[in-house]
């Protein structure tokens, strides 16, 4: 008894120091392990977000790049996204269907439902299709660049959202890694 009450506040001291919508992607999507490096040569992890990948710039998508699984990749989603946004997560980039080689996406993805390499682009919360990047209302924002290795093309039409997406990909994961780059409006006009 005393046993299963010890596993049980392990448990729940485990959970409690996940994000919540982290904790809730992953448990009710069957996500696997990080196995994903992603990277971009416009700002390292943990980073500051230059300005031209912002709403306060040129607000073009940023270049990504990350590591591919040994194998069994039939494709790519992308998943950007601020947890620091009032009231709940704010959606910036969905993409899916990206090709498994190569694992990239170059700078400045047309903001339209067909990207050049063949992958498509869902709705943010912006109400539009493709990126648009920070713009927060006050104080340092963290922006999440998710990527998911699947073992299927998806058969959804563009424009899905992240919801639709966490739900086509159920199952389908093989690998998953995110690049995090933050960002501030103060000072900055």
């Known amino acids: 008894m005393l046993r299963g009450i010890l596993v049980m506040l ?10 919540g919508e ?17 990277k971009s040569s416009a700002f390292n992890d943990g980073g500051m977000i230059p300005k ?8 073009v998508s940023p270049p990504l790049s990350w590591t591919a699984p040994s194998n069994g990749v039939k494709s ?22 990206l090709p498994a080689d190569p694992a990239e996406l170059a700078e400045n993805q047309p ?12 709705m943010n919360d912006m ?14 924002h963290r ?13 959804l039409k563009p424009g899905a959202t992240k919801a639709e997406l966490l ?5 389908h994961i093989l690998a998953q890694g995110q690049l995090m780059g933050r960002y501030t409006r103060e000072g900055k006009f």
């Open 22 to 38: 982290a904790r809730r992607d992953a448990s009710a999507k069957g996500v696997a392990k990080m196995g994903i490096t992603v």
């Open 52 to 59: 031209k990948y912002t709403a306060d710039g040129a607000d």
């Open 76 to 97: 790519y989603a992308l998943i950007a996204d601020d947890p620091d946004a009032p009231g709940r997560v704010w959606v910036h980039w969905v993409a899916y269907n």
């Open 143 to 155: 922006y999440y660049f998710k990527i998911c290795a699947l073992d299927t093309k998806l058969a």
């Open 111 to 122: 903001k339209q439902e067909h990207l050049p390499n063949g992958g498509l682009q869902g």
């Open 167 to 171: 739900n086509a990909m159920e199952g």
């Open 10 to 19: 392990a448990l729940a001291m485990t959970l409690c120091s996940c994000s």
């Open 127 to 140: 109400r539009k299709i493709g990126y648009n990047g920070p713009a927060p209302p006050s104080g340092v």
